[in-house]
């Protein structure tokens, strides 16, 4: 397979989109009725029938076929988290010996892999294990090359056989089309009578880190949890800050430009790459693209981070927390709400009326987040993210929105009854249809510490893991705003006076949520105790989080907007709990194997030979030699090492046998994993007293300074 692309040969123009059935091909190769039929179907107006999508079928197998596919699957998201494929290829036996290329308009718009491994929380009995497989018209199907060959991977729904999402698509979906018919009534009720659709924008930036494949096959814990459990840094880590956007070394530059290829191939915009904080930390960012389309789009961009770098010798990791130390890896989730006309709703308005529809689009933010908090919370709940959120490298887990002081001035004096705002004396303009201020020209300030920050036109949701799918949160997302649209909506269409009930709307909500709004540095322990005074939730772990999905509260905003039953919601719980408890065992299991079967006969040896050396020291008279001493405080640490090892066996064996989902959950947190970090603290010492040669993992200085 060609890795190198020669741009001078192959404009990046050219070579953008041309492994994906994109919008474009199908202009280009549908009959104009058709794809205006397809159309309509990824703005929601109409349902795909089996006519349309036998034409589809046609035109993308013969597309697929000419660029060299031999197989087609079913792509799709179940709840663990990852993509799934089933392949099947497209041929069909005439019955002489010979093959013809089959696709229909069936296998196009449903697939029946079965699949009844993933884990369906108890929504699918065996004996009805069937899973289907449907096809989501709003994300473009692509081809995924490998050096073996072509797959034509169709991005699908994935279902019981009763109709309950087995998958993080179907909420998706679902809570897009919920946000999209409140924020339209909202907007009628404002007097747009143009805009047919809202639709959900994400920009997901992805941060990762890349290690040589050499010292990371030599790392157990790497290979199978995705972060080291021990680890000392050298004595530099990354308090010189020279990292951070440097000069991209030679060999990354490579790893991007190929990573880079690929997805825009694939039609995936990548656009921004830079190094991050931490040593060997980097990051990417592609241009924003609908909702769906971006949640496809980044599970590539995690799958081809890590396949294009074994290319490089190199592996990707994903995880949120891979080195203790320096700073673990996350996701800002940039989200934004347009019309499908065009209008981006969080676009601070250049007249009165977009002012006034942009402070009540975003006041109806303010107020999701703050009454949503912990279901926010929630959607970011692993056991991985608990390493970072609160850890001063990260948001804390207490959900609060930045507004910038502009922005916050202007609302305050609205809650406060005093008119406009006193941003920009200069500009003030008193309205003839309401008395709502102008906004200043500019209004995105920045904050990097905040949870949930107005950038300018979107906002920037930071507490997601490196490593998760962004579909959780953004469901919850849509579904909070649409639920507070809602009502917002209901006001609107009752009201006699319009303008006045909007003021009075956006006055009241955010008289009532500006608790929410924190402009302050969310790193520091000064704003925990504030939070705590204003009663915002401070949900610390993932295992409490989780639990807010059982909370009557949700069950409700999820059923009245049709986006998850309350089965589904609980069916999610234990999947989610189940998880956790899984990541935290295996991580056990790996700290009491690199304990044992590692560091113990690696340190017990080289304190045996320190101790011989002394012996032997002794026998020509130097007495009280440093062997000795180091020999008797490795020999300490090991002992130390060997028990706090045995009361992690203990512990991880009573957790084991706890039958009840949270109370398991709940033991792995509150007892495995402090008995993990109290082996881990022997084995680090250790590292530090152990010639470097005898040690019998590569350490931090290999893993996060060469590359
Ligand atoms: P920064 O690092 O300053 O936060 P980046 O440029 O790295 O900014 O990332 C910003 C991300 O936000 C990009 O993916 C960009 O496409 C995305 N973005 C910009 N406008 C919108 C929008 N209206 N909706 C969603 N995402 C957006
Ligand atoms: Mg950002």
Known sequence: MENVVDFTKT???????????????????????????????????????????????????????????????????????????????????????????????????????DASSFPSGGLRATFEARGYTAWDVTSPAFLKQDPTGTTLCIPTAFISYYGQALDKKVPLLKSIDALSKQAIRVLRALGNERSKRVFTTVGPEQEYFLVDKTFYDQRPDLILT???????????????????????????????????????????????????????????????????????????????????????????????????????????????????????????????????????????VVEAVDRYAPLIRSSVATSANDHRLGANEAPPAIVSVFFGGPLTEILDNIAEGKSGGAASPGERITLGVTSLPSLPKDVSDRNRTSPFAFTGNKFEFRMVGSSQSISTPNTYLNVAVAQVLSEFADKLEKASNKNETIQNIIKESYSKHRKVVFNGNNYADEWVREAERRGLPNIRNAVDALAILLRSETVSLFENHKVLTKEELESRYHIYLEKYSKQINIEAGVTIDL?????????????????????????????????????????????????????????????????????????????VRPAMDAVRIRGDALEKLVAKDAWPLPGYEELLFKL
């Not at 079913?74 to 799934?84: E, I, R, S, Y």
């Not at 050298?234 to 530059?253: C, L, N, S, W």
């Not at 340190?603 to 007495?623: E, F, K, N």
């Open 226 to 364: 995705g972060r080291t459990v021990f680890g000392v840094l050298p004595a530099k880590g990354q308090e010189m800050e020279d990292h951070y956007f440097g000069a991209i070394k030679e060999r990354v530059a490579g790893f991007m430009r190929e990573l880079n290829t690929e997805l825009w191939k694939v039609g995936i915009p990548a656009k921004t790459q830079h190094n991050e904080v931490a040593p060997n930390q980097f990051e990417i960012a592609p241009v924003f693209a609908n909702s769906t389309a971006a949640v496809d789009a980044n599970q590539l961009v995690m799958e081809t981070i890590r396949s294009v770098a074994r290319r490089h010798g190199l592996e990707g990791l994903l995880h949120e927390k891979p080195f203790a130390g320096v700073n673990g890896s996350g996701k800002h989730n940039n989200w934004s709400m347009a019309t499908d006309d065009g209008i981006n709703l969080f676009e601070p308005g250049e007249n009165p009326a977009s002012n006034a529809r942009f402070l009540l689009f975003a006041v109806a």
């Open 11 to 113: 404009p990046v123009a050219n070579l953008y989109g041309s492994n994906c059935f994109s919008n474009a091909v199908m202009r280009e190769r549908l009959p104009k009725n058709i794809y205006k039929e397809i159309l309509a179907v990824q703005n929601g107006e109409k349902e795909l029938t089996l006519e349309v999508a036998e034409v589809v079928a046609a035109v993308m197998r013969d597309w697929a076929i000419a660029k060299g596919a031999s197989h087609y699957t079913h792509w799709f998201q179940p709840l663990t988290g990852l993509t799934a494929e089933k392949h099947d290829s497209f041929i069909a036996p005439t019955g002489d010996g010979k093959v013809i290329m089959e696709f229909s308009g069936k296998e196009l718009v449903k697939g029946e892999p």
């Open 595 to 671: 304990a044992q079967r590692y560091i113990f006969p690696a340190v017990t040896a080289y304190a045996g030979s320190l101790a011989g050396d002394a012996a032997a020291l002794a026998s020509i008279g130097a007495t009280n030699v440093p062997q000795a001493k180091r020999a008797k405080r490795i020999a300490e640490l090991s002992a130390e090492l060997y028990d706090e090892t045995s009361k992690l066996e203990t512990v991880l064996f009573e957790a084991q046998g706890i039958e009840d989902a949270f109370a398991q959950a709940r033991a792995y947190q509150e007892k």
